[in-house]
Every structure is written in structure tokens, then in C-alpha cells.
């Protein structure tokens, strides 16, 4: 089962792009990695999801190299409503049943 | 994206009381569903896994007779907090999916706070 490491916490001001990565250096071959967004007392929210190189989406991009063991969430153009939590997960058909949400990154956006 | 809803958002109730918590698909089938326990500033923590049909399958720790979840249709899953006490206190969310479908993704629901008192 792939574990996630993140960084606790990020600030960024306004219009600045913020760049997450998340290792996990024991991903299986069938795992998707998968970004979620969650703000206070919500429940987690879809962002972007990918198996390798780059995927992009009207929110974010997402940057795996070719080994896979980590993953980079682009958020352009940051603003005071991106202020959440991001959560990495790593996992497929292998793992399914057995998700595991690492402690995820603090995002704080600043005017 | 898929819709999840839950109801109730929010309930207090006495201790030693049972707590149904409802999670339903709205626009989806969902084959598998999952129930996540969340304490303030802490991150998700898997309770169990409820395939559409079958007995939940629970995480280490987690007790199946208090904590029971229902499955019984692909758009609706239940979780029943048996005689709760102040430590269930928590924020409950659930999340649907359909690995058949070829995604991994899954839709979490807005969570439901339970207070016990």
C-alpha cells in the first residue's frame, strides 16, 4: 500500500502559482494518483487524477515523472478561495478498499 | 462530477443512543462505498468499505458492531453509530465510487457532524 508524504503546510499570495508534490516511492503499478481539495467541516473535492507525465484540467495540472514515485499539483494563479487542505492518494484496483488520506497540505493564500 | 449526498449534516444526540447516518449516490451507481472518520485538524481516516450487496469489510480498530454499515442498494449505504458515547464525536463522511467504470475516483459526500452529549 503506497504512502504519501507531504509537505504540512504552504502560503502563497494571490496570483502566485503554488506547487505541491507528494512522494510515494513504493507506488504499484496499478495505482492512479489522485489530488482532493477539502475546506473546513466539507467533505473532500475531486481536483485531478493521473497515472503518469502531465494531465491538466481547468483547475490544476498534475506533473508525474516516469518513475512515478512522486507527483507535483500546480495550482495557477492562486487565490484567497484555494486557501484548503490538499490531500495526495495513491492507489488502484491492487489497494482498492484500502485508501489511506496521508495528512495532507495546509494551503494558506494570503491578499 | 458525481453527486453523494448525506443526511443528516449535522445531529446531536444523548449518550447511549444509535445514530443513522444516510449516504446516497444521486446520479451514479455505486458499487463501492466508503465511510471516513475525520477529528478536528486531523486528516480522513478510513472506517470501513461497503461493497453494493456484501458485508463491509472494516479497518484495524475500527468495531463492525458499533459502526454498522448497510449497503443495500448501488445508490444508498447507511451507517448506524450503535450506543454512542462522547468519543464518537466526530465528522463523518462518505464517498461513492464505481472502479468498474475504469476510474479510481471517488465522490465524497458534505459529511455529517455528530455531536454526542
Known amino acids: 500500500l503506497a504512502k504519501t508524504t507531504q509537505p504540512i503546510s504552504m502560503d502563497s499570495y494571490e496570483g502566485q502559482e503554488v506547487n505541491i508534490t507528494c512522494s510515494h516511492n513504493?507506488?504499484?503499478?496499478?495505482?492512479?494518483i489522485t489530488w482532493y481539495q477539502q475546506f473546513p467541516s466539507q467533505g473532500p473535492r475531486f481536483i485531478i487524477q493521473?497515472?503518469?507525465t502531465k494531465v491538466t484540467n481547468e483547475v490544476a495540472s498534475l506533473f508525474i515523472p516516469a518513475d512515478r514515485k512522486s507527483s507535483t499539483l500546480s495550482l495557477p494563479r492562486v487565490s484567497l478561495s484555494d486557501t484548503a487542505v490538499y490531500y495526495c492518494?495513491?492507489?488502484?484496483?491492487?489497494?482498492?478498499?484500502?485508501?489511506?488520506f496521508g495528512a495532507g497540505t495546509q494551503v494558506v493564500v494570503t491578499p | 462530477g458525481a453527486v453523494v449526498s448525506q443526511h443528516p449534516s449535522w445531529v446531536i444526540c444523548k449518550s447511549g443512543t444509535s445514530v443513522k447516518i444516510e449516504c446516497r449516490s444521486l446520479?451514479?451507481?455505486?458499487?463501492?462505498m466508503f465511510w471516513y472518520r475525520q477529528f478536528p485538524k486531523q486528516s480522513l481516516m478510513l472506517m470501513a468499505t461497503?461493497?453494493?450487496?456484501?458485508?463491509?469489510?472494516?479497518e484495524q480498530g475500527v468495531e463492525k458492531d458499533k459502526f454498522l454499515i448497510n449497503h443495500a442498494s448501488l445508490t444508498l449505504s447507511t451507517l448506524t453509530v450503535t450506543s454512542a458515547h462522547p468519543e464518537d464525536s466526530s465528522f463523518y463522511i462518505c464517498?461513492?465510487?464505481?472502479?468498474?467504470?475504469?476510474?479510481?475516483?471517488?465522490?465524497f459526500g458534505p459529511g455529517t457532524r455528530l455531536t454526542v452529549t
Open positions: 464517498s461513492a465510487a464505481n472502479p468498474g467504470q475504469g476510474t479510481y475516483e471517488q465522490y
Open positions: 446520479d451514479f451507481q455505486a458499487t463501492t
Open positions: 461497503s461493497n453494493e450487496g456484501s458485508k463491509a469489510t472494516y
Open positions: 492518494l495513491v492507489g488502484g484496483a491492487d489497494s482498492w478498499g484500502k485508501l489511506q
Open positions: 493521473g497515472y503518469k
Open positions: 513504493n507506488i504499484a503499478t496499478n495505482d492512479y
